[in-house]
């Protein structure tokens, strides 16, 4: 019995092609993960996540624009993680207020638990933003705009319901989504450093140590004054 080759379905060379570029690209991006988490940002060397694929230095530039963008669609990997930890924090509670201490309370332990999301995050952000504009093409831009934008969404819907409900006076959510998002990343590293520096007496240096947990409760009570327009007990 014959069978028709006329209705067997061929992939195009040029989808095949694609989808081999995907998956390579993403080698790359799990790589580049890797040594993130395993030897933190700055030791993270093109060479290395190369090496790591198997591949030779070149074809990393031939899939990415360089080591920003490549960079900055790592950080979209840890992004689309911590978009998923705050929907699961928030959805613990319909109560703004409670919403809101569950969310940050969720970005601190992520962010301590990650160290390198937070050395990623920051360095992306240290970027002007028309250098970035140049360093990196427009479908990875968009991609780190969505995941950001996915993470921040948690956190404004939960300031625009306790608007709603009278219980935060704020005038621009997105706004104070955006602070509370930058504020965070520098409060994390404080965290990671473990040290507060104060004065002893005039011009002689103190210092003390700092709990994952005082990191915690500052960030939460600083983000409820900011949102009630009460502020925080010191």
């Known amino acids: 019995m014959s069978t028709d080759s006329s209705s067997r379905t061929v992939p195009a060379r ?5 989808a081999r570029r995907r ?3 993403a080698e790359i991006i799990a790589a580049t993960r890797r040594l993130f988490d395993e030897r933190g940002v700055r030791d993270a060397q093109i060479e290395d996540i190369a090496r790591a694929v198997g591949i030779n230095r070149a074809i990393i530039y031939r899939h990415f624009t ?11 990997h840890y992004l689309d993680e911590l978009r998923v930890a705050l929907s699961d924090a928030a959805e613990t509670t319909a109560d703004p207020r409670q919403q809101l201490e569950r969310l940050v309370e969720a970005f601190v332990d992520y962010g301590l638990a990650h160290p390198a999301f937070v050395d990623c995050a920051q360095a992306i ?4 933003g028309g250098d970035l504009l140049e360093e990196v093409s ?5 991609r780190l ?5 996915g993470c921040l969404s948690v956190l404004t819907h939960t300031i625009e319901s306790g608007v709603a409900q009278g219980e935060f006076h704020v005038e621009d959510p997105g706004l104070l989504a955006n602070m509370l998002y930058a504020s965070g990343l520098g409060t994390l590293q404080l965290g990671r450093v473990a040290m507060l520096v104060s004065e002893e007496a005039p011009g002689v240096p103190r210092i003390s140590r700092i709990t994952p947990a005082q990191v915690r409760d500052h960030m939460v009570a600083s983000a409820l004054a900011v949102a009630t327009g009460v502020p925080a007990r010191s």
């Open 66 to 76: 360089g080591k920003e963008e490549l960079f900055s669609l790592t950080l979209v």
């Open 145 to 149: 705009g969505q995941a950001i934008g």
């Open 125 to 128: 952000m240290r970027r002007p």
């Open 23 to 25: 998956l390579r690209e």
């Open 138 to 142: 427009e479908s990875a831009m968009y």
């Open 14 to 18: 040029g989808s095949t092609a694609a």
